[in-house]
């Protein structure tokens, strides 16, 4: 039906269309010099755009994927990933260090540790895809469409063959795909799962960034953590069907060392929100105990007010007092108030400190005590209680902290 001459391979305007068991030329898909019988198998993935926003990264679970081998020279073997990876790694993990080392009067730092941060996801993202050799921007059950090319190759490439009725491509009569290197095969599979890290890392620091920024309103990056573990287990799984002898340490440690940052950058932010979901429980609790406190001082406070005159009962009572604030405070002393609510423990256990004070002055008086002493004790009390109401106002004007 086509003419026997065809190849399995054209030029499609920028990019090279294929039969899914075609061999590409022994030539470099870069820059179209002799790559000597030198091979890199591809593994590729593609998910129509509309697909990818409608569902996100679980499309990439389900996408159509294909398997290419690319000819390199020599000078194009040598990639700048993981170059790049490294150097952004270390760039991360100065920039986590020196969060975790911040004090709250410094300026420079966090600036710097921020810049790092957006420098080294950057530098991560480039590594991962900015650097890739080759990519599908189609894939059919048949035919495979790969951008990144070069020019020189692609000029080498034959015109596209004519299609048959209704449209349809040629195909090979006889699949010449020839079975592949097991070491080739070993180094594709460790790519797609250093790729598949790289990408859970990417995630991860996002989200360690924007929590150690933003911690009330944090982004969890979770298209890019998921995108990578699916390619991490299935680059995995694929790694370990390759022979023990085409398995290098080198690349295991690699990949533990990716995903170990990964893991320690979201163990982070796991543990810090777990912390600080603690924190807010037990000072809801502290509050809760030292309000039940509050309440029955200022009830015994207004009822030794109310009488007429002064006597053993009414000194006593203020004793009382005292122990109740005393209680109050003491509670919320002893409580870990979440950094943003610190300013409003510390206030309320000053201000109920004081109200001790003031209870424990009445408590000394007798009726013989001057109408003046009354009056300056009285005013004290006013002025705390006023202070507690201001306090509260306060906190009711602070936003309140999503997580």
């Not at 699916?230 to 680059?235: A, P, W």
């Amino acid at each position: 039906m086509f003419a026997s001459q065809f190849t399995g391979y054209w030029r499609d305007g920028k990019r090279v269309a294929m039969d899914r068991n075609a061999v590409l030329p022994d030539r470099c898909f870069k820059c179209n010099e002799p790559a000597d019988g030198y091979r890199r198998t591809v593994k590729l993935t593609h998910v129509p755009l509309g697909t990818e926003m409608m569902v996100g990264a679980i499309a990439y679970a389900f996408a159509k994927q294909a398997e290419v081998e690319v000819g390199l020279c020599e000078r194009h073997r040598r990639s700048r990933a993981i170059n790049i990876a490294l150097v952004s790694l270390a760039v991360l993990g100065a920039s986590i260090f020196v969060f975790t080392q911040v004090q709250a009067t410094d300026v420079v730092l966090p600036l710097l540790a921020t810049a790092g941060l957006i420098g080294g996801v950057i530098g991560l993202l480039y590594a991962a895809v900015g650097t890739r050799l080759v990519r599908a921007t189609q894939i059919t059950d048949t035919h495979v469409w790969l951008k990144g090319a070069g020019e020189p190759f692609l000029a080498s490439l034959p015109d596209a063959p004519a299609v048959g009725a209704g449209g349809t491509l040629p195909t090979l009569d006889v699949a010449t795909a020839t079975p592949p290197d097991p070491a080739v095969a070993a180094n594709a599979a460790f790519r797609d799962a250093r790729n598949g890290a790289l990408a859970f890392l990417v995630g991860c620091i996002v989200t360690f960034g924007s929590y150690a920024l933003l911690p009330s309103r944090y982004v969890i990056a979770w298209g890019a953590v998921i995108y990578g573990l699916i390619r991490l287990v299935r680059g995995v799984g694929a790694y370990l069907k390759a022979p023990a002898e085409h398995r290098k340490m080198g690349q295991a440690v690699m990949l533990v060392a990716i995903v170990g940052a990964g893991i320690f950058a979201g163990g982070w932010v796991v543990t810090n929100e777990v912390t600080a979901v603690t924190q807010a429980n037990e000072f809801d609790s502290a509050l809760t105990t030292a309000g039940d406190f509050q309440i029955q001082g200022a009830r015994l406070f207004r009822d030794v007010m109310n009488r007429d005159g002064w006597s053993a009962q009414d000194s006593a009572d203020m004793r009382q007092v005292a122990s109740s604030y005393g209680k109050a405070a003491d509670v919320l002393a002893a409580s870990s108030a979440p950094a943003e609510y610190a300013w409003y423990r510390d206030g309320l256990v000053r201000n109920y400190r004081e109200a001790v004070d003031i209870a424990m002055l009445f408590s000394n008086l007798t009726s013989a005590s001057s109408q003046s002493t009354f009056d300056a004790l009285i005013a004290r009390w006013s002025t705390r209680v006023k202070d507690l109401s201001q306090l509260q106002t306060k906190l009711d004007a602070q936003p309140t902290p999503t997580r």
